[in-house]
């Protein structure tokens, strides 16, 4: 009785574990991210990024056993989600925090279920629960309050509307990535190998697109800038991936995507002690209705899941 009784707590253990770290992993990154952007432009640290996280990816799939072929419907698949997630996704994503904190970065993209949502209604006849709908109007407007709270402490030189602009532009290229992977075809691929390919492809367009409107590679020696160029690639990409499938396949995606709000309040947090955001009854309002506002999107989801 004891060892029966032993499991399903060792296992909601392993659950909680997973579930903790990366919710960690992905909240931090935000702030780091922030120091990759400076003396080197942000094209040649995503390319350094993901150069060193599809070499771990790979060796993470030899490790469990998957077979690194694709076959070409794999492959033709892994271009568009490496374009999408790996290379689009992320030139969006680093110049955005060049003109926005990267808590408020973090919020933004905790609202990736409503492109989610939307082109699997589109592409995927997904159905949509009013109740998302709601959900997502309410975290909507919080993000709103949030944005007029960062209109009103800019300084007049800033680009705060680029900065949204942009991220808005990341959120959709992520979006159009997790919906290729929810496709028949995205759903007859081991998820390991194939992120491993689709980061080689990004890692490719990435370090061309550096090329063309950067120049020749470019490196900051700082220990910071080399220790956050290896935190994002191997925690933040090859460690956390991984973990989070786990939770998938575990508690299901509803529940699973209950890390998408528990992320902004760790990167929010950071924010606040490193990067000096200021707080103010508008900025904390937004916050919260932001995070309520997820909360009642994803209670729909969990709902049909």
């Known amino acids: 009785m004891s060892d029966g009784a032993a499991e399903p707590v060792a296992s909601q253990a392993k659950v909680a574990a997973a579930f903790l770290i990366v919710t960690a992993i992905w909240g931090s990154t935000w702030l780091v991210i ?51 997630q790996f290379f689009l996704n992320f030139q969006f994503v680093y110049r955005a925090e060049m003109h926005l904190t990267s808590g408020l970065v973090a919020v933004f993209y905790a609202l990736l279920m409503v492109p989610n949502t ?21 975290a909507i407007a919080g993000i709103a309050l949030l944005l007029i709270h960062e209109f009103r402490d800019a300084p007049p030189d800033s680009r705060i509307a680029l900065g949204i602009v942009l991220t808005c532009a990341g959120l959709f290229s992520a979006s159009s990535a997790n919906v290729l992977q ?29 090329i063309v409107t950067a120049g020749p590679p470019v490196i900051d020696m700082r220990w910071s800038y080399l220790a956050g160029i290896g935190y994002l690639a191997i925690f933040g990409s090859v460690v956390t991936f991984p973990l ?14 209950y890390n998408g709000v528990a992320v902004p309040v760790v990167a929010m ?34 709902k049909r899941a």
């Open 118 to 138: 939307l082109l699997g209604r589109l592409f995927l006849k997904e159905t949509v629960k009013p109740r998302f709908v709601l959900g997502s109007l309410i």
């Open 182 to 210: 929810a496709t028949p075809a995205g759903r007859r691929q081991l998820i390991v190998p194939l992120l491993a390919w689709a980061m080689v492809w990004g890692t490719l367009a990435d370090a061309l697109f550096s």
């Open 269 to 302: 947090v950071l924010s606040t002690l490193f990067e000096d955001y200021r707080w103010t009854g508008l900025a904390g309002g937004g916050a919260l209705l932001a995070l309520v506002g997820l909360l009642v999107a994803l209670s729909a989801r969990a």
């Open 34 to 84: 922030k120091d990759q952007v400076g003396l080197v432009p942000a094209s040649w640290s995503i390319t350094y990024r993901f150069a060193i996280a599809c070499v771990g990816m790979f060796i993470f799939a030899k490790l469990r056993g998957d077979p690194l072929r694709l076959s070409r419907e794999g492959m033709i698949l892994a271009v568009f989600v490496g374009l999408s």
């Open 244 to 257: 989070y499938f786990l939770l998938i396949r575990t508690l299901g995606a509803g529940k699973a995507a």
